[in-house]
């Protein structure tokens, strides 16, 4: 069995922004020279998914405004008034947190016949919450 481990890097200007990772983990899972396994991206900081959907960018908008409808942005520390716990650590970032944990950690895709074996309209996609500093996303590929 061969495996392969790779990291990519990111910096992400927004506070909040979805970015395609799709080319990359393609190229990385030719590079691998695995023809049948498995591929795991995830993403390393718990502020940021990864996750597969339509590259469709009202799709995108539609999630943005369904996680800020949910968990919206407040930098405050009172619940009572909006504000999150976990901001009194310091942090003004609980809502990335929450958007982190709805919109998932990781995704796992076949490799058959050496590439991504993917559902015709699926995009592998990285959803930054708390931008504007670097971050890694982890590709571990398994197979033969
Ligand atoms: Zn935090």
């Not at 927004?14 to 023809?35: F, M, N, T, Y």
């Not at 009194?88 to 016949?113: F, S």
Request: with cysteine; proline share 3%; aromatic share 8%.
């Amino acid at each position: 069995m061969k495996s392969h481990t790779e990291e990519l890097w990111l910096n992400v200007p927004e506070r909040r922004a979805i970015v395609s990772l799709h080319r990359d983990i393609e190229r990385l899972v030719a590079e691998s020279g695995i023809k049948d396994g498995l591929c795991l991206v995830n993403a390393m900081q718990i502020t940021a998914s990864v996750f597969i959907n339509d590259d469709e960018s009202g799709l995108h908008a539609d999630y943005d405004r369904w996680l800020e409808e949910l968990v919206p942005f407040d930098a405050g520390t009172d619940p009572a008034s909006g504000g999150y716990l976990h901001n009194r650590t310091g942090e003004d970032n609980a809502d990335a947190h929450h958007k982190r944990q709805i919109m998932g950690r990781e995704v796992v895709v076949a490799i058959t016949d050496g590439k991504l074996h993917l559902g015709p309209w699926e995009h592998i996609f990285y959803y930054e919450f708390d931008g504007r500093r670097k971050k890694r996303v982890l590709v571990k590929m398994i197979g033969e």
